[in-house]
């Protein structure tokens, strides 16, 4: 591909923020990608699964597996925050009512959306390039060379030793529309979350549907990997 033009389609709290700054850093001559809109070249981000089975001949899809302990937490953990789905210029918008259904229903909603997303990816891998969010936070070199080598543009290879002084320079550079205390919408890690996200996490932890979830990530993981073997 002549033009960098990368799709980043992922569940909310993924790590696709991450992975955007990761490959727009990366390039030497970033001044004209876009992070919006879809003109010219791009590396935008987006949330949702049925463009996952959609075949692009000029761009390039990406998505990020994470696990459902980590995901759903974080997902629940946002939504307590005030926070919905609903994203106006890339801000996330208040929810409208201020009640919220039990944390339990929360979770328990979770399950069936973290199957949704995870199962509709690995059923599209040869048209989504995956990688786990292990990777793109432990491996990043390895995730920004797989997906720019495939255009015609220069950049450089994160290596694991300037990942914190990169985490650093995310955090000024991340714009962030903090709508509620720290750690409710972070992009980035915190050195603690608000207090619920334990509670929330314990409640996902212990839901019959998790040792089943927790399966398929394996399961799920372990195809990824052997996916990334044929792009060699």
Known sequence: MNKVRVLINASPRSGHTWLQYLLVNSLKERQHINLGDTVNEFVVRSNNPVILHARFDDI??????????????????????????????????????????????????????YKLWSSTLI????????????????????????????????????????????????????FQHNKGDIGFNNPLPVEKKPDIYYKIKEIAKNHPQMSTSLKLYSEYCNIILEEQLKWK
Do not use: C, W
Not at 67 to 82: H, L, N, Q, W
Not at 141 to 151: P, T, W
């Open 60 to 113: 390039l899809q990406t998505s990020i597996l994470r696990s459902p302990e980590d995901i759903i937490a974080s997902i629940v953990t946002k939504t307590m925050g005030g926070l919905g789905n609903t994203v106006t210029s890339g801000v996330p918008m208040p929810h409208e009512y201020n009640e919220l259904p039990p944390l339990e229903r929360l979770v328990a909603d979770q399950f069936g959306i």
């Open 123 to 174: 059923e599209n891998l040869d048209r989504v390039k995956a990688f786990t969010f292990d990777q793109i936070t432990n491996d990043p070199g390895f995730v920004i060379s797989s997906i720019m080598k495939n255009f015609g543009a220069d950049y450089d290879v994160l290596s694991s030793d300037k990942l914190s002084d990169a985490i650093d320079d995310a955090r000024v550079k991340i």
